[in-house]
């Protein structure tokens, strides 16, 4: 096509998805199932039905139905914010005078300042359509209870979201835009669960973790009459409604023609990036077009790159099913230095049977030089990009910069997930020069490793 491609690349609200894509329907090896943490049997429908929404598990399970239909009042939500554009970063790559073309697919306009919400309303949808009252979370920095809080009183649930320790003192405004959409926030570890006060007595002064505050979160919802919980990454329910950046991405790049080379994103739980790179694996497994997928982790928590694939706890307390995936094991807890998210201990198990055969890569990436990379991008792009988003930039950049040497032309893609503005502290140390790269020893890993379940 010899039309110029525009900076931004909008579609219409017809050209919306009116399915989700379920990339396990075309996967040779399927995820493993999750497994009943007594029993080892694996997790059936009756089994999750405490925990979670019916309609939700069903999702979780399914294998098999490649398109799952987004119901008209998710559509009417995402209307409000998407779709999403795809940006040409033309000032990036003057910048930084590669011959790669660079897109980016930007999920920070909204609130949440992230794709959460993607599955946030979808996740409070099914909540309110089988008549419950409300539904429990957990949160580290604060997008997902964000998300959560604004499609809960989107369709009037109630939401109660227990935040990371640190995060609840360290990011009081997350908090605050939190209870302005009618949410109650948490500290975690509480003493409002027994799991919570075990944890308190164990490690008095914690500043708790995802982990951590999983454990109360499916607590608290399991104990209360008409409470499910829902959670924000990882699961395979969540990476389903995520595709949603990777169909639009898809249908406005097969509009003008593009076909990417290299398709990139960060991973904490692996839900972006699942979401992103779903139909064009897709298209990979079936043999139609073939693509390089790069996942990109904080070198302080690199579950894909240094971790075990194993079955392994979801959560501290060990209240949830377990899962096979790559782990840096459920005890495993990053540096206090580590500023830019992405802290889970596992990954989703969809992305880790697809790392495991090789149709995905992965790499991990220091701090100091996330930041490098996302004050370059803010720099010439406008936009101020949230630390997670950011691991994603650097090896975006690095991939052009290997093109430059080169000379190679490219078609690089990646996710760029969300807004840094509630990360201020952790630029501050970058612009500081106080920031530095924390990295776990081997003997941490093998450490934490050994406390997996035997199965
Ligand atoms: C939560 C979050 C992530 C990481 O979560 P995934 O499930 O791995 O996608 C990345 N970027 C932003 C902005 C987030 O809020």
């Not at 979780?60 to 987004?70: H, K, N, Q, V």
């Not at 988003?389 to 990646?414: M, N, P, Q, W, Y």
């Amino acid at each position: 096509m010899s039309e110029k491609i525009p900076y931004k690349i909008y579609l219409s609200e017809n050209e919306l998805p009116t399915n989700w894509y379920n990339v396990r329907a075309d996967m040779k090896n399927k995820p493993a199932p999750l497994l009943n943490p007594a029993t080892h049997e694996p997790m059936k429908f009756e089994d999750l039905r405490a925990v979670f929404c019916d309609e939700l598990i069903k999702q979780e399970l399914d294998e098999t139905t490649a398109y799952i239909p987004i119901p008209d009042e998710i559509r009417e939500f995402y209307k409000m914010y998407r779709p999403a554009p795809l940006v040409r970063a033309y000032c990036l790559e003057k910048k930084l005078g590669t011959p790669a073309k660079i897109y980016y697919k930007f999920e920070g306009n909204n609130t949440s300042g992230s794709h959460k919400l993607n599955s946030a309303i979808a996740q409070a949808y099914y909540a309110k359509k089988q008549g419950l009252c409300g539904v429990t979370t957990e949160t580290g920095a604060g997008q997902w209870g964000t998300a959560l809080s604004m499609a809960c009183s989107y369709f009037d649930l109630d939401c109660q979201v227990y935040m990371v320790k640190v995060s609840y003192e360290q990011k009081p405004f997350r908090r605050e835009v939190m209870r302005t959409y009618g949410a109650q926030v948490t500290p975690s570890p509480s003493e409002t669960t027994e799991v919570g006060r075990k944890i308190l007595a164990e490690f008095p002064g914690t500043g708790g973790s995802l982990g951590c505050a999983i454990s109360e979160a499916v607590e608290a919802a399991t104990k209360q009459e008409g409470y499910r919980y829902v959670l924000g990454s990882v699961l395979n329910q969540v990476l389903l409604h995520q595709t949603v950046i990777g169909l639009e991405t898809m249908t406005a790049m097969d509009k003008y023609g593009i076909k990417p080379d290299v398709i990139i994103g960060c991973a904490g739980g692996g839900s972006n990036l699942g979401g992103l790179i779903s139909p064009f694996m897709g298209r990979k497994l079936r043999g139609e077009a073939d693509y390089q997928f790069i996942a990109v982790e904080p070198a302080s928590c690199p579950s894909l790159t240094r971790g075990k694939y194993v079955y392994d706890f979801c959560d501290t307390g060990h209240v949830c099913p377990l899962s096979k995936m790559y782990t840096l094991g459920s005890e495993f807890m990053p540096s206090p230095n580590h500023a830019g998210g992405l802290r889970y201990h596992g990954m989703s198990s969809i992305l880790s049977q697809l790392y495991d055969d090789k149709l995905m890569e992965a790499r991990s990436v220091e701090q100091t030089s996330v930041f490098a990379a996302a004050q370059e991008f803010a720099r010439v792009e406008g936009i101020l990009p949230a630390p997670e988003s950011s691991h994603a930039i650097r090896v975006a950049i690095d991939e052009a910069l290997k093109c430059k040497e080169t000379g190679e032309e490219k078609t690089i893609l990646f996710g760029l997930t969300g807004t840094g503005y509630f990360d201020m502290y952790a630029y501050k140390a970058f612009n500081d020069g106080t920031m530095s790269d924390c990295i776990p020893t081997d003997d941490e890993i093998a450490k934490s490793l050994a406390k997996t379940p035997k199965i």
